[in-house]
């Protein structure tokens, strides 16, 4: 799942990269507006973290950019501003949530959980297929509810497959999920991770939809 990340400040864009990173995410880091709206014009983003204070155009002018081109991507608004005027213009811009700075990274990660579901329409934050349960707010997956240890590349990938539960998740798609745009990238990487999830999980988890890609648990009519 990759992020934008737009902040201006140095060393809390690395630390929230950081951390984000370590919670499976990929981040890509715009340090102002004009790189901002580049990023968006040339990347599909799972959601944005995006600062007001901006050198080159304020984060609300990257948001209404957004916006007028019917781009739904979640943004939350990472500011110093914590006046009431300032979270009201932000949401009315069409921010999804507000955070004011200085926040607890746990925070912002449970909210973006908790976005993420919304956007993908779940209630629960916990993903289920068959006896296999995966909670991305701890990276925990369990088969039967005995723990499962997977590399960060196999729980990539069965975190790809199991928010698209039942439809054909590609290749590339796959590819993007566990690697983002990074070059070099083996053609049988993705069939040794499938490979190694089987022999974890159950040969019948997962199906090779051939020509196509892959699918997790049972097809959607």
């Given amino acids: 799942m990759q992020l934008l990340l737009v902040e201006d400040d140095t060393m809390l ?5 950081t951390g984000l990173t370590r ?17 968006l014009s040339d990347h599909a983003y799972v959601a944005v ?8 155009g304020s984060g609300l002018s990257v948001l209404k950019g957004v916006r007028d081109r019917y781009d739904t991507t979640p943004v939350i608004i990472l500011t110093a501003r914590d006046q009431l005027s300032d ?3 932000g949401l009315d811009a069409g921010a999804d949530d507000y955070l004011v700075k200085p926040f607890q990274p746990d ?26 349960r995966l909670d ?8 039967d509810e005995v723990p499962v240890s997977l590399s960060l590349h196999e729980y990539r990938t069965l975190l790809a497959l199991m928010e698209r539960n039942g439809r054909v998740v590609t290749r590339p798609q796959l590819e993007e999920a566990v690697y983002g745009g990074e070059s070099a990238i083996e053609s049988n990487t993705v069939a040794v ?3 190694q999830l089987r022999r974890k999980l159950g040969d019948d988890l997962i199906t ?8 997790l648990g049972e097809a959607r009519p």
Wanted: hydrophobic share 45%; no cysteine.
């Fill in 13 to 17: 864009a690395q630390a929230l990269a």
């Fill in 107 to 132: 925070e912002l990660a449970a909210r973006l959980r908790a976005l993420l579901r919304r956007a993908q329409g779940r209630v629960s934050p916990v993903l289920e297929a068959r006896s296999i």
């Fill in 49 to 56: 973290l995006l600062d007001l204070g901006l050198p080159g």
């Fill in 23 to 39: 919670a499976g995410y990929r981040v890509d880091h715009a340090a102002d507006a004009p790189a901002a709206r580049l990023a």
């Fill in 193 to 195: 991770y499938v490979h």
């Fill in 136 to 143: 991305p707010a701890t990276r925990r997956v369990t088969r």
């Fill in 208 to 215: 090779t939809v051939h020509g196509h890609g892959y699918r």
């Fill in 87 to 89: 979270r009201i213009a």
